[in-house]
T-cell receptor, first 116, second 111 residues
Framework: GAGVSQSPSNKVTEKGKDVELRCDPISGHTALYWYRQSLGQGLEFLIYFQGNSAPDKSGLPSDRFSAERTGGSVSTLTIQRTQQEDSAVYLC??????????????FGPGTRLTVT | KQEVTQIPAALSVPEGENLVLNCSFTDSAIYNLQWFRQDPGKGLTSLLLIQSSQREQTSGRLNASLDKSSGRSTLYIAASQPGDSATYLCAVRNYGQNFVFGPGTRLSVLP
């Protein structure tokens, strides 16, 4: 079946503009995760969803970042008033559920965001 | 707070060699551990997942082992090929927590 998809694959935006990043998880996966990977850095957890609710938003870097998920499927990550330090690859992953030892995470190809 | 380290940070080997990548974690009460590979400019590809009750998992030329008591996992790659060149990441999950990723090992297999 289809894997995790993300759009756009690349986004160049001017400082101060808002951007929306989209993630379409594997069908039937109830858990969805957002990560950020800055150049030469490891993966930084941002937020996860179980269904449509986000129990853990502790990783969001600032109040300029928000995310939502509707219908237990597609999720959007919104960054308002973008700053140059927001430039990174934003990765989305999904898994069958959140609380299961056998639940693997499957990643999308990522969205490369460049703020000029 | 869980911390994950990976040694070495980078590794270059000639084709055909067997090699071992290491992953260490500070909190041994883990739920599971997952190994990934990441090709340049791409997302992560899942390689193996080891549940807390398991000692190892195998897939083709890959074998991952887990020793919770010592806080270590190793990824063994047999008969390495140039196509194995990538960054290898381990991710550890504790009960009630999200995955914590290591910084990765960048592997180059030379033809």
């Amino acid at each position: 079946g289809a894997g995790v998809s993300q759009s756009p694959s690349n986004k160049v935006t001017e400082k101060g503009k808002d951007v929306e990043l989209r993630c379409d998880p594997i069908s039937g996966h109830t858990a969805l995760y957002w990560y950020r990977q800055s150049l030469g850095q490891g993966l930084e957890f941002l937020i996860y969803f179980q269904g449509n609710s986000a129990p853990d938003k502790s990783g969001l870097p600032s109040d300029r970042f928000s995310a939502e998920r509707t219908g237990g499927s597609v999720s959007t990550l919104t960054i308002q008033r973008t700053q140059q330090e927001d430039s990174a690859v934003y990765l989305c992953a999904s898994s069958l559920g959140w609380s299961g030892e056998s639940y693997e995470q499957y990643f999308g190809p990522g969205t490369r965001l460049t703020v000029t | 707070k869980q911390e994950v380290t990976q040694i070495p940070a980078a590794l270059s080997v000639p084709e055909g060699e067997n090699l071992v990548l290491n992953c260490s974690f500070t909190d041994s009460a883990i739920y599971n551990l997952q190994w990934f590979r990441q090709d340049p400019g791409k997302g992560l590809t899942s390689l193996l997942l080891i549940q807390s009750s398991q000692r190892e998992q195998t897939s083709g030329r890959l074998n991952a082992s887990l020793d919770k008591s010592s806080g270590r996992s190793t990824l063994y790659i047999a008969a390495s090929q140039p196509g194995d060149s990538a960054t290898y990441l381990c991710a550890v999950r504790n009960y009630g927590q999200n995955f914590v990723f290591g910084p990765g090992t960048r592997l180059s297999v030379l033809p």
